[in-house]
């Protein structure tokens, strides 16, 4: 059998410990899990770890010549689009000036590079949107990533591929950030009420999905550009309230809002999410149903309403 030596970065967010976990699944992959933290967040014994922050340039030079991989993903970023209004220069260093590193130390060890990008690239004009589809962020966070995105084609590495996604809903252990669903559903469960978007759209993707997707696209060795999402574009009022619904929990509590309601609100692309065909057509990707997603996850938080 030949076996990958997979490095995954940032191995301790949401989509990196639902990767390594997929990954670890299977004996053709031997999985070294970095991240910053000096252990990893979440169990699993079946793969190495190693601390690593990506923009320390030495470090990763050193971690790339001790595991030699050859198929890196990066999963590490600065994923907050306030964080990356805040802090401009952590967001450059870590989603734009890093990814050149990593983009580097691929060719010197000639490993595959998926670089992992949003649909926040685009302006949210026209969604949803393929592959073939031209940037054009309109905030901080997507300019930062488009350049990322531009590392990884400009650095000569000969087999890469930029894995796009949207709205990525799930959980994991102690993650440092939340996401919409997990949100929406600890707000109701509280009994508070909620203020949320019905002009933006998205095509939300849950996050096991896009995990096996990603592994797919690493087993069929594939190069290029991929959109891995959901299927549905619904605005994010409405993925509230299908939560509320899958969940059994109060939808009076949710109360639509226009993006221009929040006054000082970075702007964020109104209607994005992607179009998924050359997923589904070349990497077999096959994502569940919105409702299909919550339910999985409603399993793994246990928040289903139990049936009489
Ligand atoms: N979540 C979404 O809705 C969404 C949508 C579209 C695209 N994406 C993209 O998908 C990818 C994965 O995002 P995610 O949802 O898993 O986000 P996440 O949960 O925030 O994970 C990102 C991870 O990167 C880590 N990180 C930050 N700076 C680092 C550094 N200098 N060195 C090493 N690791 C570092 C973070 O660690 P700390 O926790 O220690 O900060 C965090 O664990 C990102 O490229 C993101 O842009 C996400």
Known sequence: MLYNRVLVTGANGLLGQALVRRL??????????????????FEDASCGYAPLDVTDGEAVHRTFQDFTPNVVVNC???SSVTDCADDRERC?????????TLAHECRQ?????????????FDGEDGPYDESARPDPVNYYGRSKLAGENAVRASGLGSWAIVRTVLVYGTGRDLSRSNLVLWVTESLRRGETIQVVDDQYRTPTYVL??????????????????????????????????????YGLDDSLIEPVP????E?????????????????????????????????????????????
């Open 209 to 246: 999905d896009l995990a096996t997707g990603i592994e797919r696209l690493i087993h069929f060795e594939k190069d290029g550009v991929y959109h891995l999402s959901g299927r549905e574009f619904v605005s994010v009022y409405d993925i509230a309230q299908t939560v509320a619904d899958v």
């Open 109 to 121: 060890v000639g490993a595959r590079l998926v670089h992992l990008s949003t649909d926040f690239v």
């Open 264 to 308: 000082d609100a970075i702007e964020r692309p109104l209607r994005t999410g992607f179009i998924i065909l050359k997923g589904e057509t070349e990497l077999g990707y096959s994502p569940r149903s919105l409702r299909e997603g919550l339910r999985a996850l409603g399993r793994e938080i246990d928040v289903l309403p139990t049936t009489g």
């Open 76 to 78: 590490a970023a600065v």
């Open 24 to 41: 670890s699944r299977f004996p053709e992959y031997d999985v070294l899990a970095t991240a910053r933290d000096d252990s990893p967040r």
């Open 92 to 100: 450059w260093t870590v989603n734009a000036a890093a990814v050149e």
């Open 259 to 262: 993006s221009n309601h929040f």
